[in-house]
């Protein structure tokens, strides 16, 4: 379905145990949340200190351990990783993402985008009380850079035990609007799927030591169509020229709640580098800000990140044209 519009993109904030856009999994669950049967296993563990080791001189082989380090972070800082991801049979490609980056492999969750996997993923955070996760998908689009998924996992460690959550929506697809000759369009991208290229999770640490990941093969999860994922409906107008200064622009969405359950809170609106922004109102579904754009604001599309006042963020795109 094509829709002649600015894309937009929101970012579903899931606390685990408690908001998934994801459906239940198509096999009864046990008391952790998860399957029974057989999976595979992938632990992502923060580490206070770099590991700092390169697997060929340490004569590791790749594919043969079920754990990625990554930077630990702390409540006030968070640290972020990007794991490439590649398609096969499940492996860790590289597990030390200290520096920044690690690797992993995992086959096509849905190779003919039915909307349904042919595999599941669960996810549980372990450790001190108190530390949160964010890990999202997001692959290049050549046409406009790097598209970010709407759907993103928010976890945060409670006191009370954790139990598995079905992540199979935020983190085997991309849903995000895509731009193709000359069109927007908005959809539900797999894993691996030709529309896009480099696929990747981020994993942004504050301070969560483990967060354990369960793969089902064979144990199939139906996630939502793109038409029902809440996102971000339009920008008006989608564009500016550098050196305009107090250009009025509306923001629009779908099942937002700008201003707050109250109704007097305000959303944080970012632009990007060299604009200013000024928030002049907002409500359930629209945001009107003013905003200046410097002389040297790069040109081109960008995304504009609007934060609601329950920490929920979401993208835009937005063009710059040359003065």
């Known amino acids: 379905m094509k829709k002649k519009m600015i894309p937009g993109v929101l970012s579903i904030v899931m606390v685990l145990g408690v908001v998934s856009m994801t459906a239940v999994a198509t096999q009864p669950e046990t008391g952790n949340g998860c399957p029974s049967g057989a999976h595979y296993n992938l632990n992502i563990i923060g580490m206070s ?18 754990r990625i380090f990554v930077a630990l972070g702390n409540k006030g800082n968070k640290a972020t990783t990007k794991i490439l991801l590649e398609e096969g049979d499940f492996a860790v490609l590289d597990y030390d993402g200290t520096d920044g980056q690690a690797k992993f492999r995992l086959p096509n969750p849905d190779p003919d985008n039915t909307g349904e996997t042919v595999y599941s993923v669960y996810l549980r955070v372990l450790g001190k009380p108190g530390g949160k996760i964010k890990m999202y998908t997001a692959a290049t689009d050549p046409d406009i850079g790097e598209v970010v998924s709407d759907l993103k996992v928010v976890c945060v460690r409670e006191k009370a035990q954790m139990k598995f959550a079905n992540v199979s929506a935020e983190l085997l697809y991309i849903y995000a609007w895509i731009y193709d000759e000359g069109e927007w369009s908005y959809q539900r991208i797999p894993l691996f799927s030709d529309e896009l290229q480099d696929y990747l999770w ?3 640490n504050n301070g969560v030591r483990i967060a354990q990941l369960r793969f089902y093969e064979g ?30 622009v509306t923001i629009t969405g779908t099942n937002t709640d700008f201003d707050g359950p109250g109704d ?60």
């Open 49 to 66: 200190k770099p590991k700092n080791i390169d697997p060929e001189e340490a004569g590791i082989t790749p594919g043969n351990g079920h």
């Open 202 to 204: 981020y994993y942004e």
């Open 219 to 248: 144990v199939s999860t139906p996630v939502p169509d793109p038409e029902d994922v809440p996102h971000l409906a339009s920008i008006s107008p989608w564009q500016g020229t550098q050196g305009d200064t107090g250009l009025a």
């Open 264 to 323: 007097d809170q305000t959303p944080a609106v970012d632009f990007g580098k060299n604009v200013t922004v000024s928030v002049t109102s907002a409500d359930g579904t629209s945001i009107d800000v003013q905003i200046d754009i410097g002389a040297g604001a790069d040109t081109g599309f960008r995304p504009v990140e609007v934060t609601q006042p329950d920490g929920t963020s979401m993208t835009i795109w937005f063009k710059v044209l040359a003065l």
